[in-house]
C-alpha cells in the first residue's frame, strides 16, 4: 500500500501521520518537547529536542517504504547555526515579544510603507527579522559566528536530508521576503544590512527539497496556517477558513498578491504554487474563554460554561467583552493592546511604539498622569524621537479637552556596580526613570545589594519591579526588602506596585513593608515593558488600600505637573 507521511514540527511538540492516497489515516504518532521562557516575554526552545522528537514519531510510524514525506510547523522561529552547520543558541520561538526595539528599527530603516509593500506585512516580534538584529544587538558573539538562518521545520529537513531549503509560505514569515515575486528582498536584505548567504533557497511547497538516507523524498511543506488552509480546501479564491484555538486564524486564498496598506491583515505566499494568501490572527480566541474560566469559574468545565452563556441573548445586556488578553496582531498590530472596564466604562490601551490610533483609544475621565515605559537599550536619538512623539500625543490630548497626560520616561537597567545602562545625556529629554537592577545578569539568592544599586542611581526616581522571583520556582523572599524600603524612604524615591492582576497578593505584602519602612511615593505598573497600561489603575489601587496607600502618594493620580515638579525636587534631595 502506498503511503504518504506528514510531520508537523509544532511548538508544544512533534505530530506525525500516515495517509494513503485517499487521505484515510493509517497512523499516528507524537512526541513532546519543552518550552523554555528564561525571562519574561522570551520564548525558545533547542532545536535538538525538535530532531530527536521527529525521528522517535518518524520511527514509529516507519518510513523506509513511503511514497514521500512532507513537512510543516511552527512559522517565524530563527535557528542561527555556524559554518559547520552547528546551532549556536536556543531557537527563538514566534511567540517571543523581546524584540519590540527591533522591529521600530526595522520600520525606520526599511520605511514602513515600503515595507508592507515589499513584505505584505508591518514589522511584528513574532517576525524572524527582528530576532536577527536582536542577535546583533544582545549577543553580537553569536551573530558573528552565524553562518545559517534556519525555520524550525526547515531546520528538521537539514537533519533529515543535509539540505538547507525553505517553502515560500514559511518564508513569507521572515519579514526577509519578497512576497509578491517570492524571492529573497534584497532591498529590506540591504536597508537592514544582513548577508543574502545566511538563507536558505527558497521552493515551492510541493517541489521535493530533498531525500532521506533511505531514498524518501522530502517535499518542501508549508507553515502550520497555510498547510492547514489546503487541508480544510482552503485552495483557491472563495472559501475561507475559520480557525479557533488558543489563537484564532481567518485564513482566505487570494487570486493575487495585494498588501493591505495599513497591514491590518498578513499577505503571504499561499502553499499552493503561483498563489497568495490574506491571514487575520487573534492572539485570544477560545484563550478568552480559558481565562474566563480561570478568573471567575476555576474547575468548571467548558461544557457547563457554554450550556450557561446559552440561557443569555445575543449582546449580554450590553456587557462588551473584547479579548485584548495578550496584546494583539491583526487589525491593531499591537502586542500591548489590553481592555478592562473601569467606572462603567471600558478603556483600550494601543501602546507598542505609540500605535496609529493611540489617541482615539484611551478614555480617561480624571486628570492624572502615568507614565509610559519604553524598551532599554536606546540610545540618545532613539530616546529623543520618543519624548517628541509622546508630546506631540498629549498636544492631541489637550486639543481634545482631555485631562489625561503621558509621562516621558524609561525603564533603564541599573549594574550591580551602581552603573546605569543609559548615558546621563540620553535621559535628559524624560521626565521620569524607572530603575531595575539589570535583568540580563545572572539573578542571585539575594538580590538586595541589585535593587540598592538600582535606588542610589542619581537618575532614578522610582524602584522598578521589586517582586523578582518571590514566586514561582524560586521558594522564599529574594532581597532584604526591609532595608531596600527603607532605603527609598531615606532617598525620598518611589515604589512601584506590581498590578499583575496574578501577583496581587504578593503585591499587597510587599506594598505593607514599603509603609512600615516609611516609603510615601508609589507607582503602578506590571511586567509589561512598553505600555501605558491603564487597565492596572484597578488593580494598582486595590492593592494601595489593602497596603494603607493613600490615593494621593500614588504617582498615576497625579497630574503630570505635578510628577514632574515631584522629579525635580528629588534630584535636589529627599522629599
Not at 366 to 375: E, G, N, P, V
Amino acid at each position: 500500500m502506498t503511503r504518504l507521511v506528514g510531520l508537523d514540527v509544532g511548538t508544544t511538540g512533534v505530530k506525525a501521520i500516515a495517509i494513503d492516497p485517499d487521505g484515510e489515516v493509517l497512523a499516528r504518532a507524537e512526541r513532546e518537547y519543552p518550552l523554555s521562557t528564561p525571562l519574561p516575554g522570551w520564548a525558545e526552545q533547542d532545536p535538538e529536542h525538535w530532531w530527536r522528537a521527529s525521528e522517535a514519531a518518524l520511527g514509529e510510524l516507519g518510513t523506509d517504504d513511503v511514497a514521500g514525506i512532507g513537512l510543516t510547523g511552527q512559522m517565524h522561529g530563527l535557528v542561527a547555526l555556524d559554518a559547520q552547520e552547528r546551532v549556536l543558541r536556543p531557537a527563538i520561538l514566534w511567540n517571543d515579544q523581546r524584540t519590540g526595539a527591533e522591529c521600530a528599527e526595522i520600520e525606520e530603516r526599511v520605511g514602513l510603507e515600503r515595507l508592507i509593500a515589499l513584505t505584505g506585512n508591518r514589522a511584528l516580534t513574532g517576525f524572524t527579522a527582528p530576532k536577527l538584529l536582536w542577535l546583533r544587538r544582545h549577543e553580537p558573539d553569536v551573530y558573528a559566528r552565524i553562518a545559517h538562518v534556519l525555520l524550525p521545520k526547515d531546520y528538521v529537513r537539514l537533519r533529515l536530508t543535509g539540505r538547507r531549503a525553505i517553502d515560500v509560505a514559511d518564508a513569507s514569515g521572515t519579514l526577509l521576503f519578497d512576497v509578491a515575486h517570492r524571492r529573497w528582498s534584497e532591498e529590506v536584505l540591504d536597508a537592514l544590512d544582513l548577508p543574502a548567504g545566511w538563507l536558505p533557497s527558497v521552493l515551492e511547497s510541493p517541489d521535493v527539497s530533498g531525500a532521506t538516507a533511505a531514498g524518501v523524498p522530502v517535499a518542501a511543506g508549508a507553515g502550520d496556517q497555510a498547510a492547514a488552509a489546503l487541508g480544510v480546501g482552503v485552495d483557491g479564491p472563495g472559501p475561507v477558513s475559520v480557525v479557533l484555538g488558543t489563537s484564532g486564524v481567518v485564513f482566505a486564498a487570494l487570486p493575487a498578491f495585494a498588501a493591505d496598506a495599513e497591514a491590518r491583515v498578513h499577505a503571504f505566499c499561499h502553499a499552493v504554487p503561483g498563489a497568495w494568501h490574506a491571514m487575520g490572527v487573534m492572539l485570544s480566541a477560545a484563550g478568552s474563554l480559558r481565562w474566563f474560566r480561570d478568573a471567575c469559574a476555576p474547575g468548571v468545565p467548558y461544557e457547563a460554561l457554554l450550556a450557561e452563556a446559552e440561557r443569555w441573548p445575543p449582546g449580554a445586556e450590553g456587557l462588551t467583552f473584547l479579548p485584548y488578553l495578550a496584546g494583539e496582531r491583526t487589525p491593531h498590530a499591537d502586542l500591548q493592546v489590553h481592555s478592562t472596564a473601569s467606572d462603567g466604562r471600558l478603556e483600550i490601551e494601543q501602546v507598542a511604539a505609540l500605535a496609529r490610533d493611540l489617541g482615539r483609544s484611551f478614555i480617561a475621565s480624571t486628570d492624572h498622569s502615568k507614565s509610559l515605559t519604553i524598551a532599554n537599550g536606546m540610545d540618545e536619538e532613539r530616546l529623543a524621537a520618543h519624548a517628541r512623539r509622546i508630546d506631540a500625543l498629549n498636544e492631541t490630548f489637550a486639543a481634545a479637552g482631555d485631562g489625561f497626560r503621558v509621562l516621558r520616561s524609561i525603564e533603564m537597567d541599573v549594574f550591580p556596580d551602581g552603573s546605569p545602562d543609559m548615558p546621563p545625556e540620553a535621559l535628559a529629554p524624560l521626565d521620569l526613570v524607572l530603575g531595575a537592577f539589570h535583568s540580563k545578569l545572572r539573578v542571585r539568592e539575594d538580590e538586595t545589594e541589585r535593587y540598592l544599586a538600582a535606588l542610589r542611581e542619581p537618575s532614578v526616581h522610582v524602584l522598578a519591579h521589586p517582586k523578582a522571583r518571590m514566586y514561582g520556582r524560586r521558594a522564599g523572599l529574594s532581597a532584604d526588602w526591609s532595608r531596600v524600603f527603607a532605603e527609598a524612604a531615606r532617598l525620598g524615591k518611589a515604589v512601584e506596585l506590581d498590578a499583575t492582576p496574578a501577583r496581587q497578593d504578593l503585591s499587597v505584602e510587599l506594598a505593607r513593608v514599603a509603609v512600615a519602612e516609611g516609603a510615601r511615593w508609589f507607582s503602578i505598573g506590571s511586567d509589561a515593558h512598553v505600555a501605558v497600561e491603564l487597565e492596572f489603575l484597578p488593580f494598582g489601587l486595590a492593592i494601595a488600600a489593602l497596603a494603607g496607600v493613600p490615593r494621593e502618594r500614588i504617582l498615576n493620580y497625579r497630574t503630570a505637573d505635578e510628577v514632574r515638579t515631584w522629579a525635580g525636587e528629588l534630584k535636589a534631595g529627599p522629599i
